[in-house]
């Protein structure tokens, strides 16, 4: 026996959707030999419909010779013996050159020639009379083949043909959701969301008023319409759903970032918390932006340690980015140990003196004077300084505590220069006059 379907023609669906649409059928070619005797008698049942033409013997063998050139993917061979049925169509019924127009498509189909393909798929239906059923599948896989090339309006206008002959020959069925999904898709490519909404929407309904799951990538159509619509809520319901029914990792981090969206931050937390521990979050900035809302949510050493992972993985580049987030995360724990030499490594990384002035003052908190002076004194040499007061009270207090009176009083100085640390560095410096006449007394005392 003879067939059409090739494994190329099976994945039109694929092609012309741009998604995975299962339920959608192929260009639903039935012209192999036996399709075609069985068309006939399917039809003989229906003629009370719409009386058609039979297929006669002679006419089946010619188009059979062709599809079976073009199995062998002779095409030229195959297009020149459907050519000579044609040069005979004066003779030939509407339904035998239906029949022809419809090899003709699909020759041209198998050989990405889909605007060759276009028009005769366009003359089949427009033969008439030609069984219902034959002129509906034709019908459908004109508006897929519009689609494919991104012809919108006509995708619709055959959709609609489609539903109005399908009325007129089963007046109790319903539009089919496939339908729905190929006109959602046309107007969301015309950007036409509201209208890509709606059909979205009644497809959707359809197959889950049914209990059952709409393929996944109908799903994923209505987020994309949703999101060009401006509706995160929206947009957050069909990721629960996608969540839900198929557990892709990206999903879960989506509906992590539409909850924060939404600014339910605690919610986005529980989400990429859930898919962390799911081992969902992967990549280096999955892994950096739940570290950060570790970091907001008053949890650093959890952000710490998953950056830490992200370095050990080679996701994360130990970066300056990543290492100064790495520290302050360190810091907000309230673990200098390990803030110090994190922020090292950062500060050796950075042109300006920003992270060299932040470990002066962990070195002064952890009592750790040499090291704060030597950070200091790097900070305002690299300069670039938000405040440079503050770093010159920090190398002023760290001089006073190791008994360098008059280069505190300097940098001091120094600091009273700055109105943000003004009144601290005048505080101090009074602290430090009374140390130092204290500290001198006590010299002269002792060396009496």
Request: glycine share 6%; hydrophobic share 40%.
């Amino acid at each position: 026996m003879m067939r059409v379907t090739s494994k190329k023609s099976s994945h039109l669906s694929c092609k012309v959707l741009g998604l995975t649409l299962c339920a959608v059928i192929g260009l639903g070619f039935s012209v192999s030999p036996l399709a075609i005797k069985g068309a006939q008698a399917q039809e003989a049942s229906k003629r009370e419909t719409r009386r058609t033409p039979a297929l006669r013997v002679k006419v089946y063998d010619q188009l059979a010779r062709a599809q079976a050139l073009a199995d062998e993917n002779k095409t030229e061979e195959a297009l020149e013996a459907l050519d000579n049925v044609k040069s005979k169509a004066s003779s030939m019924n509407s339904y035998e050159q239906a029949m022809m127009y419809n090899f003709y498509g699909f020759v041209y189909y198998n050989v990405e020639r889909f605007d060759e393909a276009i028009a005769s798929f366009e003359q089949v239906v427009e033969q008439q009379p030609i069984p219902e059923s034959f002129e509906l599948s034709t019908l459908f896989s004109l508006a897929q083949l519009h689609m494919m090339r991104g012809n919108y309006d006509k995708t619709v206008l055959f959709l609609e043909r489609w539903e109005t002959l399908n009325a007129a020959v089963n007046p109790n069925s319903e539009i089919p959701a496939k339908n729905y999904v190929l006109k959602a898709q046309a107007m969301y490519q015309q950007k036409s969301y509201d209208k890509a909404a709606s059909f979205i929407e009644k497809a959707i309904k359809i197959v889950e008023a049914k209990d059952d799951i709409p393929d996944e990538n109908w799903y994923v159509l209505q987020r994309a319409v949703y999101f060009e619509l401006k509706q995160p809520e929206k947009v957050k319901d069909v990721l629960l759903k996608l969540v839900k029914h198929f557990d892709e990792p990206k999903y879960w981090v989506q509906l992590g970032g539409m909850y924060g969206e939404l600014g339910e931050e605690k919610q986005q937390l529980a989400i990429l918390e859930t898919a962390y521990q799911q081992g969902y979050i992967q990549s280096g900035s999955d892994m950096f932006n739940l570290a950060q809302l570790y970091y907001y949510h008053q949890m650093p050493f959890k952000g710490a340690r998953l950056i830490e992972k992200g370095f050990e993985s080679g996701v994360l580049d130990r970066n300056l980015k990543n290492l100064k987030f790495l520290s302050q995360c360190w810091v907000l724990a309230k673990e200098n140990d390990e803030a110090v030499p994190v922020m090292k490594a950062a500060a050796d990384l950075s042109d300006d003196g920003e992270l060299d002035a932040q470990l002066g003052q962990i070195y002064l908190n952890m009592e750790k004077w040499q090291q704060a002076i030597s950070a200091s004194e790097a900070a305002l040499s690299k300069g670039g300084l938000r405040n440079e007061g503050t770093v010159h009270l920090v190398k002023g207090m760290a001089f006073f505590n190791v008994g360098q009176y008059n280069d505190a009083l300097n940098e001091l100085a120094k600091a009273q220069a700055f109105k943000s640390s003004r009144g601290m560095a005048q505080q101090w410096s009074k602290f430090v006059e009374t140390e130092k006449v204290s500290s001198e007394k006590l010299t002269v005392s002792l060396s009496q």
